[in-house]
């Protein structure tokens, strides 16, 4: 393809998003959003997942003097067409069924909710914490890096979710800066989940990828997990060498 065919898919592909819009250079390239966190009726606490370790993290780096209110940069929300970038509009109408919800996060009591509860406080923040990380990705071209404090739910495709993981984050970053920003190409993911059941959602990730079109053949993918059991002969539960 050639460079001008490039620029013209980029700009057909791409749609009014206030993901890109610019930051302030007092602001470090860190995002995160206090909305990140699910707080609700105790529920969040039958998951074994810590739904409120993204605000423990910023309160940590505020004490240790790292960070301040004034140079975090705000994750937004991603819009349904932010999603659309990688999810099929039947997926996102899926969403609003409680009980897939609740399959999705692992919290059956979810399914009990109405609808608009679930969106409010379980799936806004996961969708602010799917903002932040498409806002990462270009500041990270900007920067030369990046962190968003939240999101790598590596476990959801563009048509179904799974392992806590409602939006697929991490293939939205990658497909806005392959439409968006001139030079971006290809991409390397590192995935760093190692625990019992990463190696199967290196498995499930890399189906996920493959979805994309040309999405695979443009992105390596490299699971921790897969390196450990593999490559070392390691037990993942115990993290300990295979005898």
């Known amino acids: 393809m050639s460079h001008k065919e490039d620029s013209e898919r980029k700009k057909r592909g791409s749609h009014p998003t206030e993901l890109y819009a610019g930051v302030p250079q007092t602001c470090l390239p860190i995002v995160y959003h206090p909305d990140y966190n699910i707080t609700f009726m105790g529920l969040e606490k039958l998951h074994p997942f810590d739904a409120g370790k993204w605000g423990k993290v910023i309160l940590f780096l505020k004490e240790e003097k790292f960070l301040t209110d004034g140079n975090i940069v705000e994750a937004l929300e991603a819009t349904e067409e932010d999603l659309l970038v990688v999810h099929t509009k039947r997926y996102l109408n899926r969403l609003k069924w409680s009980m897939v ?9 979810l399914m009990f909710l109405p609808n608009f509860l679930v969106q409010r ?12 990380t498409i806002m990462a990705g270009k500041l990270a071209v900007d920067r030369g890096w990046a962190i968003n404090v939240g999101g790598g739910f590596h476990h959801c495709s563009g048509n179904r979710g799974g392992g806590f993981c409602a939006y697929a ?3 939205l970053a990658i497909k806005f800066l392959f439409e968006r920003v001139e030079g971006i190409s290809r991409a390397t993911i590192i995935d760093l989940d190692a625990h019992q059941k990463a190696a199967f959602a290196a498995v499930e ?8 079109h040309d999405f695979l053949e443009r992105t390596l993918y490299i699971s921790l997990a897969v390196v450990i059991m593999y490559f070392c002969d390691w037990n993942i539960r115990t993290m300990t060498p295979v005898m």
């Open 205 to 212: 990730s890399r189906i996920v990828f493959s979805e994309q």
């Open 121 to 132: 406080k379980v799936l806004r923040p996961l969708r602010t914490q799917t903002g932040g």
């Open 169 to 171: 984050d991490i293939t």
């Open 101 to 109: 919800v609740a399959t999705i996060t692992e919290i059956p009591p």
